[in-house]
């Protein structure tokens, strides 16, 4: 996940030292639509997490770990993860495409992500965290991929993290793929 939120950064971060530079005044000028340079960003976040997972799933053998389900399984739980990336990617553009500078970028980049990474499943089981935490776990969308995936490849039950996971996906980018064009446009 670490790996991620850097790439993440670094979209919102790129966009908005861009737009600062006039490179994004350039695209202007080049008969494309108006989201490409946004979604451009964005899917070279992707790639970034696909290699990411098969870097993970490469320590991860070599430090013991086996997939105990099925190879569809282990894409599915890799899907849901880089997914799950993509979307929150579209909040960081947004960000990026909507402050001024770039350390403003950077400060709200970690003020807007430390709350999804404290309080998941990541690193401890939920029901060794306090109440008031375990309470934001419960609806933190970082713990429903977490614990999809995990139950994705070791086989434990997924109850419904799977459907949160890609409910939670739809909706960030529903409502920040729309805004990051909008606030891009209006930057014109």
Do not use: C, Q
């Amino acid at each position: 996940m670490g790996a991620g939120i850097a790439g993440m950064l670094s979209s919102g971060l790129n966009i908005n030292i861009d737009m600062e530079k006039g490179v994004h005044d350039r695209f202007r000028s080049l008969p494309i639509g108006r989201s490409a340079p946004l979604l451009g960003s964005v899917l070279a976040d992707l790639v970034r997490y696909v290699i990411t997972v098969l870097i993970l799933f490469a320590i991860g053998f070599l430090m013991g770990f086996r997939v105990e389900t099925d190879a569809v399984s282990a894409i599915a739980a890799s899907a849901l993860a880089i997914g799950f990336g993509f979307a929150l990617s579209w909040v960081m553009v947004f960000l990026g495409v909507l402050m001024r500078d770039e350390t403003t970028v950077m400060a709200l980049t970690f003020i807007a992500i430390l709350p999804l990474l404290l309080g998941t499943s990541m690193a401890a089981p939920v029901e060794t965290l306090p109440d008031w935490l375990r309470s934001w776990a419960g609806i933190n969308p970082v713990t429903h991929v977490m614990d999809a995936g995990r139950a994705l490849l070791t086989g434990t039950p997924i109850g419904n993290t799977v459907t949160w996971t890609l409910a939670w996906s739809a909706g960030l980018v529903a409502v920040f793929a729309p805004l990051s064009v909008w606030a891009f446009d209006r930057e014109r």
